[in-house]
């Protein structure tokens, strides 16, 4: 999963299994984040559904269709 990058390079397009991985990741990386204030708190929980949302709509669209 990891690359070097030089100056002025982009990375490359990841396919929707790293994509959902990263959704992932970055999911599990909020869960265990809690908010100073009840804003900040309503905002990291709303980021992790939103995140969640994500991953089961590219999981589900990526299934084949019968």
């Known amino acids: 999963m990891g690359y070097l990058l ?3 390079q982009t990375p490359p ?4 299994d790293e994509i959902v ?10 869960e265990h984040l809690k ?3 009840l804003r900040g708190d309503t ?3 709303a980021s992790r559904g939103a995140l969640v949302m994500m991953m089961a709509g590219l999981i589900r669209a990526s ?3 019968p």
């Open 43 to 45: 905002a990291l929980r």
């Open 6 to 8: 030089h100056v002025n």
């Open 35 to 37: 908010g100073e204030t």
């Open 13 to 16: 397009p990841l396919n929707d």
């Open 21 to 30: 991985d990263r959704l992932h990741q970055m999911a599990f990386e909020l």
């Open 63 to 65: 299934e084949p269709q």
